[in-house]
């Protein structure tokens, strides 16, 4: 397999912007970032500011012919990508490996549905603590990305490849040996703080020291370890220990993903975390209360937007 050269970067929020700027920085990487109008115009003609540096960043339009791309990093919100999704196949090609940033449990599966599931790893991203307002981004914790097949207790070749990449491109890697137990703990956590800061409008300084805000986000962090339990995903009580490690060494200013969405008045991906999570405690006989009165406070603060 040739080496990575060619990246794509879908979705230019907090995180989709910081991983473009590793690579456009980096030597050895032709990096585009794949947009629609108005996002496409905006990109193009004010380009990103991460950290307080500028970037122009080529900008592709879906419907312009472009070469495949080697490597396609997804950074979507949820709710965007069943109409999003075609929009990468003028860029994916014989060769290309697709990985997603997304949150949730879904998006691996649904891009693999349209290109093929042997183009697709599995991926997370955890501790980055991104802010982005309009085309303007700042973090403090670029977090790391976790990525693989399902089983990487071999690392395949098309794994490999994706680590090198993100070397030379200076973004931190891991590859677990069982992937899928990271999904289920990176959805955990999303069912936790994300949904629990936006509905106390806090940031994750107030996680860090209130006994009352990590209540609230323990409560529903353990309706999916019960949920992971009944589904045979080996996630344990340990794992919330090891959030508590990656928690403290956020920003105590920094927001989560759901905040910024409820703080801008924008459709939050509440239906990926506790939607999915009453669906399947429904499916699997998992009460899941938290989530009910969760998914239910966020509904109403999405309806009342200004």
């Known amino acids: 397999m040739k080496e990575i050269k060619n990246v794509a970067i879908f979705g230019a929020g907090a995180m989709g912007a910081y991983y473009a700027s590793r690579f456009f920085e980096s030597s050895g990487f032709s990096t585009v970032l794949l947009a629609?109008?108005?996002r496409h115009d905006r990109l193009k003609a004010e380009?990103?500011?991460v950290n307080g540096k500028?970037?122009?960043i080529p900008v592709v339009h879906p419907d312009e012919t472009a070469s495949p791309a080697d490597l396609i990093i997804v950074a979507l919100k949820n709710h965007h990508l069943p109409e999003a999704?075609?929009?990468l196949k003028n860029l994916v090609g014989e060769g290309t490996t697709l990985i997603s940033v997304?949150?949730?449990?879904?998006s691996e599966e649904y891009l693999g549905s349209i290109y093929g599931m042997d183009k697709v790893l599995y991926a997370i991203a955890v501790g980055i603590d991104a802010l982005r307002q309009g085309n303007e981004i700042t973090y403090t914790n670029p977090g790391k990305i976790y990525f693989g097949e399902s089983d990487n207790t071999i690392p395949n070749e098309r794994v490999l490849n994706v680590r090198n990449?993100?070397?030379?491109?200076?973004l931190a890697s891991e590859i677990p040996a069982d992937m899928m137990r990271m999904l289920w703990w990176k959805f955990m956590i999303n069912v936790g703080i994300n949904q629990a800061s936006a509905v106390m409008r806090v940031p994750y300084g107030v996680f860090q020291t209130s006994p009352d805000a990590q209540k609230l986000m323990e409560m529903l962090m353990r309706?999916?370890?019960?949920?992971?339990?009944?589904?045979?995903?080996?996630?344990v009580e340990q794992d919330l220990n090891e959030w508590s490690k990656v928690l403290n060494s956020l920003s105590p200013q920094g927001k989560t993903s759901m905040l910024q969405d409820i703080e801008a008045g924008?459709?939050?991906e509440v239906e990926s975390f506790a939607g999915k999570m009453v669906e399947l405690g429904k499916i699997h006989g998992i009460p899941t209360p938290a989530n009910e009165v969760v998914l239910s406070i966020i509904h109403v603060l999405e309806q009342t937007r200004a």
């Open 54 to 56: 500028h970037y122009s």
């Open 85 to 87: 999704a075609h929009d």
């Open 223 to 235: 309706e999916v370890l019960a949920l992971a339990h009944r589904l045979r995903v080996n996630l």
């Open 102 to 106: 997304m949150n949730g449990l879904d």
């Open 36 to 38: 629609r109008n108005p």
């Open 165 to 170: 990449a993100f070397e030379r491109a200076g």
């Open 266 to 268: 924008r459709k939050t």
């Open 47 to 49: 380009g990103l500011t």
